[in-house]
């Protein structure tokens, strides 16, 4: 990697830094402050399963925030990346437990402000729905899970030192699992906005290839480990202590409860078992371990009735700083990006162009657009996603879903099947057979990614892909998956 690329990585190291000195205290902040484990010991903890979290899930997991937008320049990954990380720093630097989630979040809207990108309106809703949820549902575990075990504990003779032993060993246990799953949920926060530009190459190490991606997610896990290590213990006392002095045993409590929300929001194998039994199911959205870790510490103090011992004041500052991350990050990203553009000149987005079509008329047409009045704008091409929704809607208006829409199928992607390229294509991803519907289009033009998608669909309906439901999940994901690589080996620029 040069220099280059390392400069700009170094914004999803700050990041990293900044995660593993706030999110910290979602897993061992609790134990630190009622000296049940010692800080160093976290520590290490902490930083050793945040690392394996990332490497062993971080890569394949459901909570990235592509649906928001994507990133797709590295000066413009670099900037993103720099907002979160700066406005998560700011927070930890008063000792507030922010949610990294949140700033990527606002951070990715600042850049499609700053683009000219038409922001999924239901996805952010669906995210920030969570940040409701995630602080209500932890108070709820926290009172549920306080009163089981207390109960639990009533019933077994054990001495006090007994106790403490066992206390102090299901912190340790239960803050391990807590920093995997803080890896492997929040990794693709930290980098994911690199990975349609990564700036590693991939090698081979003892016989395991290492990708690129992989190379990624373990250098930001190592920024984590950093940020544990040197700034993470000021806001470990501000969720341990700051809120409502705990016990040992409700200490360990309010690990477990965020451990469990963290568990529902996050579990493919939850929503797939929840939906093959005709149950409803609980959406995979990005979620903060910090805002439930603050409900289980308020629902813990409801229980016992000691709502008069919570720091309210505390507890209106933390909220604050939720409220107003998103919104400085998305500040900090669009001035960001606009000195990065225009004094170190440097480009921050990939430019799309959009084509309406009689085919991309159609396309409207089989998805729920009415394209009757819109013949007047065949031929016409659009620099920005903006600018062809207003052209659209001097005519008619468009819901923000029609609007997504819209843009998905006139966008131009040139792809071109060159069988000189056809050893590109993994042979894990692709088929003989596929390979061979590939083949069968060899040398055709398409303009769009739809129009190569119809041609395959035509040639084998493998291609095809399944309704979308959460069982028909991983067969669309797998089918999306292949297009993306047809396209990365195959887009092509015509000439003159």
């Not at 995630?134 to 077994?156: D, M, T």
């Not at 894990?428 to 739809?450: C, G, P, T, V």
Request: net charge neutral; aromatic share 12%.
């Amino acid at each position: 990697m040069g220099m280059t690329g390392l400069f700009f990585l170094s914004s999803g190291l700050f990041l990293g830094w900044s995660l593993g000195a706030n999110d910290a205290s979602n897993v061992y902040g609790t134990a630190v402050a009622s000296r049940m484990v010692k800080f160093k010991t976290a520590a290490l903890l902490c930083s050793l399963f945040l690392m394996l979290g990332a490497l062993i899930d971080g890569v394949g997991t459901a909570h990235t925030l592509g649906s928001l937008g994507s990133v797709n320049a590295i000066g413009g990954a670099f900037v993103t990346s720099f907002a979160a990380a700066f406005t998560v720093f700011l927070m930890t630097k008063y000792g507030l437990p922010v949610s990294v989630s949140q700033a990527v979040v606002g951070a990715i809207i600042g850049w499609n402000w700053f683009t000219d990108s038409v922001t999924d309106v239901s996805s952010v809703v669906k995210i920030a729905s969570t940040w409701i949820a995630c602080p209500i549902l932890g108070a709820i575990f926290g009172a549920l899970v306080f009163a089981i075990f207390r109960k639990i504990s009533k019933k077994i003779n054990l001495s006090l030192l007994q106790r403490d032993a066992l206390t102090r060993f299901a912190m340790v246990v239960t803050g391990a699992f807590g920093s995997y799953a803080l890896g492997a949920n929040n990794m693709a926060n930290v980098v994911g906005v690199f990975i349609p530009v990564v700036p590693f190459t991939e090698f081979s190490f003892f016989g395991f290839e290492i990708s690129p991606v992989h190379q990624l997610f373990f250098v930001g896990s190592v920024a984590v480990a950093v940020g544990v290590y040197t700034y993470s213990y000021k806001v470990m006392m501000t969720v341990g202590k700051g809120l409502l002095p705990l016990s040992p045993f409700a200490s360990w409590v309010v690990v477990l409860s965020q451990s469990l929300v963290l568990f529902i929001f996050a579990s493919e194998g939850l929503e797939y078992f929840l939906a093959s039994h005709g149950l409803p199911t609980i959406p995979l959205v990005p979620v903060s371990s910090t805002q439930a870790v603050v409900g289980a510490v308020i629902g813990i103090g409801i229980y016992k009735g000691a709502v008069r011992n919570i720091d309210w004041t505390v507890f209106l500052r933390i909220m604050g700083g939720w409220i107003i991350t998103p919104v400085i990050t998305a500040l900090v990203c669009f001035v960001s990006l606009y000195v990065m553009k225009n004094l170190f000149d440097q480009p921050v987005y990939t430019p799309k162009t959009y084509t309406i079509s009689q085919g991309v008329l159609k396309e409207f047409e089989d998805h729920g657009i009415a394209a009757d009045e819109l013949e007047s704008l065949i031929g016409k091409s659009f620099n920005s996603g903006k600018a062809m929704i207003s052209a659209i809607e001097n005519h008619m208006d468009l819901t923000n879903k029609q609007q997504l829409l819209a843009l998905k199928y006139a966008e131009v992607v040139k792809i071109k099947i060159d069988p000189k390229k056809m050893d590109k294509l993994s042979d894990k991803i692709f088929s003989h057979q596929d390979k061979a519907d590939l083949l069968a289009l060899e040398d055709k033009e398409f303009n769009y990614r739809w129009e190569i998608e119809d041609a395959l669909i035509r040639q084998n309906k493998s291609w095809q892909k399944k309704p979308d439901t959460v069982l028909n999940k991983k067969f669309n994901e797998e089918i999306m998956q292949q297009y993306k690589m047809i396209e990365g080996v195959f887009k092509w620029e015509a000439q003159g």
